[in-house]
């Protein structure tokens, strides 16, 4: 069976440093790493054992025609090498494709939460923010974004409402972004 594009989403993805994929790509680790975080697996090391054996090998070869698996030290440098804010807009783009020809009548819940694992983290000066865009008939998160703290949430929501093609659906938010989806046009 032929590839059912998840990696072509990826292919565009911005890198921090010069990498001409000479024998491991980018996007199809990106792809190695989605399938296995919808399979439930926690981290890459995990993920990696995950995608090495035969079984899991073979099907990445017929369904996603990944021939190569990355070992778990270079699969890590991969990852580290993206640019965050491009993966997001990659992912997005992903996600959106399997949304409907129209959003008529769709539920685009937006909310901002705390990553509450950050909280205690010494590399972060303050927790980990992230605002979502929840499309509730679903199930799936659309979109999101970081922010800097719980007061930068509503230029955040605004950016990503921006981005998103929702025209015709019902937006919802809490008090916080309550006035935002009270005035879009």
Known sequence: MKNNGITEYFEEVEITREYDGYYYSIAESITIVIL?????????????????????SEFLKERFEINRIPCYYWLLCLMKMI???????????WVCSFMPETTDRMTIAL????????????????PLHIVSAHISE?????????????????????????????????????????FIVTHLE
């Open 36 to 56: 296995g975080s919808i399979c439930g697996l926690k981290n890459i090391s995990q993920i990696h054992q995950w995608a090495e054996s035969e079984r899991v």
């Open 83 to 93: 640019k965050p804010e491009s993966l997001n807009s990659c992912f997005m783009h």
């Open 111 to 126: 909310d901002g939460k705390t990553i509450c694992s950050t909280t205690k983290m010494d590399k972060y000066e303050s």
């Open 138 to 178: 679903l199930g799936i998160t659309l979109a999101q974004r970081s922010v800097d703290g719980k007061s930068n949430e509503i230029p955040a929501v605004q950016a990503l409402l921006k981005e998103l093609n929702i025209k015709g659906s019902v937006v919802v938010a809490d008090a916080l972004n309550s």
